[in-house]
């Protein structure tokens, strides 16, 4: 089973290496489908590949079989011209090649059945996966929103991860209008970005629901929710492929509008680090972008995030690895999405917090709005302190 595990081949294991880490980030952006395509064209290379290396295998016991029997005809034929004496060549050729051809299929058959064997727990684990049903689905009746004006309303919402556990997040009601921007602060752990994922539909509250342009969200189809929320999550993630393909992995045709690229990344102020890559936006960011720094990743999720043009833009700690004249030029480009979009501003860092129109608290999986003057007199507790701001 070692042996047949180390065959698998290499492209493939690349493409679950750098896929499954990054599953957050291709549900958010809806590329669970494109990522199949991926997988499937290049487990088709493999299994064409390993069944004519099979067909092979196979032809060599035929090829040396026909040569035993070849060999013992000769042999047999030989030894009656040279004794001359009387001998049934017949009856004896006869009797090897039944021996040879009743030997070798049981042999194989026992070599079959090895493997199948030991393959077996492995094709259990398939089976298991082909039959698993996603808690989070469309219902039969979920309907396509062609636009959302972005309201947002959490009703009575709890969840917790693990049942008999204490909730993550706790009776949160929040109503986020259309076009606002608000800021969730909190400390570690206190249930941030669990808020964001429930709106994201990875997760479905035990009690309560949240609804979008009043719309309940388990009514909407999933597909179409994420399309309609640009998710930067903490972690950012890039997908080995070019700086452009990067920026529009959300786009569902596939054609890149290079255009729209180009804009979301100067938005997202990438546009200066990429134009000064050997081959621009066609550069390949490595695997999982590990020829780029967390600053620019981060950007790149970033501009990513605009490319998308959704009505909700949720940052998650976006701008963690930026220095800080990263971070005001990304404030300022902020700024202007601001105007049009719902902005949940999930943030530790000050600047960050003081861009929202409402700031609101989540400790303990318990949600209150404070005023600006309230959260700055919590002393820095959930932000950067106070005197960070010039
Ligand atoms: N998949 C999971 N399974 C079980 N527990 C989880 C899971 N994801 C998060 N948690 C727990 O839920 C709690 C809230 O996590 P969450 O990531 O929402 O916090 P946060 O406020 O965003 O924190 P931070 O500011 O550090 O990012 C934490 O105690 C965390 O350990």
Redesign the pocket.
Known sequence: MGTQMVAIDPQLSLVAAMVLPSMLTVKVNNGEHKEMLRFHELAFVDLKNNLGKKKMKALIPQAVRTTYIAGLVVLCAGSVAVSGTTFDPEGFLSFLTALALFVEPIQDFGKAYNEYKQGEPALERIFDLTRFIPEVRDKPSAVHLNSVKGDIKFHDVTFR??AGMPP?VDGVNLHIRAGETIAIV?P???????LAKLLLRLYHPQSGYIALDNHDIQDIQLQCLRTHIAFVS?DPMLFSGTIAKNIAYGDPVGDINMRKVENAAKIANADEFIKILPEGYDSYVGQRGSSLSGGQKQRLSIARAIYQNSSILVLD?ATSALDSRSELLLKEALMNLMASHTVVI?AHRLEMILMADRIVL?EGGKLREVTRSAFLSLDGRFGSPPDVLS
Do not use: R
């Open positions: 991860y693990v993550t909190g570690s752990g206190g249930g941030k970005t669990t903490q700690e999930i989540l």
